[in-house]
Structure formats: structure tokens, C-alpha cells
């Protein structure tokens, strides 16, 4: 679809545990030379949350402005909801200037790592699964909706890293998720992945967590 | 603070399958405790609290201690985990979790991609 080899991110967190945008299947690289990324927290609650100091901007449209920041060699945006179609499109907007790039260059590859709701202590177990799918859905929906929005046409790979027996969401019902949202197509990676992995809200910090990596397929 | 102090708890834990911290269908965890306490007593009472509420049981306790940045001044990754999660609990008193190595992790050796 594209010339350039670019990505974007979702739902990050600690940028010391961002997502690995440069692998592909079978343990494959395929360098990416440039990367957004987007994290669901507004700035002020991301940097009390990793006591990162960085020297954000505004950037955006008038009625849709975001808060960029430069991080070692990636543009961020802060308060991007990956369920939201415009806080997607506000998103790649934003990295298609300062990139000086095309939206297709970002949202061909859109990579995600052990993405779950917020707060989900308070849900019941058996809601807890529900509510994962739900969210991965409407991310699918939301990534379609958004290159649709941008004029992108093609394949979306979007990849998840996630455990196959996490059990907020493990394989089998990650897949029946990724379907309901749209993809085409999708399988799992043979090998498996080790990351060091932090919690949405920043207190817990896992070394090495074995990962499986997914990937659905959407044509737009 | 109200008075409190901060106390690091290094610890082996059993995990239930469906404990919050079990994110890859492990048995058993080590890792960090770090959370705010009056006393060394107050603090382990607090830790089995917290172990209960993410359905975990304690195995062995391999240390606890009261927090000084004086001891974790050098650049591992457990010193950096440490002091960034003493920070938080400074800043709200609710308890952290940190430089966890669950039970499938140590399975296949702890040298990964990272």
C-alpha cells in the first residue's frame, strides 16, 4: 500500500514498555522508520503516572486539539480513545504532519500491546471477558472507521500482543472479538514474544511475560 | 503522608488462575510489594491484605524493609521499578506492585527480547 514503512500505536502506556512496532511474523523485522503513538490518558494523568518529564504541544484542528510530545524518536498523542474513530483520525492527522507522511503510511500497520479496560477490578469475572471483546471490537470498528474517514483504501494489518491464556481475554475469544469488529482474516503467530509489561495505571510491572502475537487483516 | 512510611516486601506468591496479576496462566509469582505503612507490623498486615484481594497466597517472604532511596541508587531495573512505584505510593498511599517474574516467564529462562 505504501512506500514508506511507518506504524501506529494504540493504548500505550510507559514508554519504556511501548509496543515492539518493528516485528512481524515468525520473529521477522520489518524496521519501521517512523512510529505514532497514542495513549488514552490525558498528559496530566500520564505524566503523574510515570514521572516522565517531556515538553508537550498542542496540536490538532481547532475544536480537535490533542497534546503531541516528542519521546526519544516518536511523536505521542495523549488522550486518544482507540475506540473512537475521530480521536484516530485526530491522531494521524497529527503524525501525517509532523512525519511529513501519508495517512495510509501510519495505519497500515497498527500495533497494540495487552490492551484491556480500565478499572476492571470492579467488573465480575464472567463480565470480564465480555467487556475485553467488547472493547477489541469496537477498536477494529473504530481503526476501519477512522481509514475510512482519512481516504485509505487496502489492507489494515493490525497486530495484538497477547498472552494465549490471559485470561481477560484469552485466544479464542480474543479471535471471536477480532471477527465481530470486521477482520478478514486472522491468525497467531508461532513464535512467541517477551516483553516487560506495565499496568493501565502504571502500578504494576511485569519482567519478560511471554506474549503471542495476532493478526487481523482488514480490507477497506 | 499521615506519618507513614514506605516499606518494600520481596516475596514468592501462588497465583490463582484468575487473579488480577495472572496475565499468562501462572502458578506462581515473585515480585515487589511497595506500600505505605506506620510500621513494619502495620505494613505486612496491609501486604496480606493486598495479597488476598488479587487472590494470591504468600509463599516466603525474602525481605521486607522500610524504603530509603539510599538503597536503590543504582540502575537495575528493579532499583528504577522501585523508586518509581515509592514515588507513586508517596504521591496517593495506594499499593504497587513491581518487578514481578511469574511462574510461565521463569519457565523458559528470563532472557527475552528485552
Known sequence: MSELRGALTLAEGN???????????????????????????????????HGISISPFKAGNVGAQKWVALIEK???????????????????????????????????????????IENEQQLLRELLVKANQKLYEDVCKAIVQAAKLLGVSGILNFYV???????????DDLHAALK???TDSIETDSHSYRFSVGSNDGKR???NLISHMHLAKFKV | MDGSNIWVIDHKATLSEFSPMNLDGSSWILGVCVLSAINK??????????????E????????????SGDFFKDDSRRSTQINNAARMVRDDGQ??????????AMAEGIDGNE
Not at chain 1, 515468525?26 to 503513538?37: A, I, M, Q, S, Y
Not at chain 1, 498523542?77 to 484516530?88: K, S
Request: aromatic fraction near 16%; include cysteine.
Open chain 1, 15 to 49: 514508554p519504556v514498555f511501548r509496543a515492539d512496532a518493528d516485528i512481524i511474523f515468525n520473529n521477522g523485522k520489518d524496521k519501521k522508520e517512523f512510529v505514532l503513538r497514542t495513549t488514552l490518558d490525558d498528559i496530566g494523568v500520564w505524566k503523574a503516572k
Open chain 1, 161 to 171: 500482543f497477547s498472552n494465549n491464556k490471559n485470561f481477560k481475554v484469552p485466544k
Open chain 1, 180 to 182: 465481530n469488529g470486521g
Open chain 1, 74 to 116: 516518536d511523536y505521542w498523542v495523549f488522550g486518544i480513545d482507540a475506540t473512537n474513530a475521530n480521536d484516530i483520525f485526530t491522531a494521524v492527522k497529527i503524525g501525517m504532519t509532523y512525519y511529513k507522511v501519508k495517512a495510509a503510511d501510519l495505519l497500515s500497520d497498527i500495533y497494540v500491546k495487552n490492551l484491556n
Open chain 1, 205 to 207: 510491572v511485569f519482567e
Open chain 2, 41 to 54: 507490623e502495620h505494613a505486612l498486615v496491609k501486604f496480606n491484605a493486598f495479597l488476598k484481594s488479587e
Open chain 2, 56 to 67: 494470591m497466597e504468600l509463599i516466603e517472604i525474602y525481605g521486607s524493609q522500610e524504603y
Open chain 2, 95 to 104: 499499593t504497587c506492585y513491581v518487578y514481578a517474574r511469574t511462574s510461565e
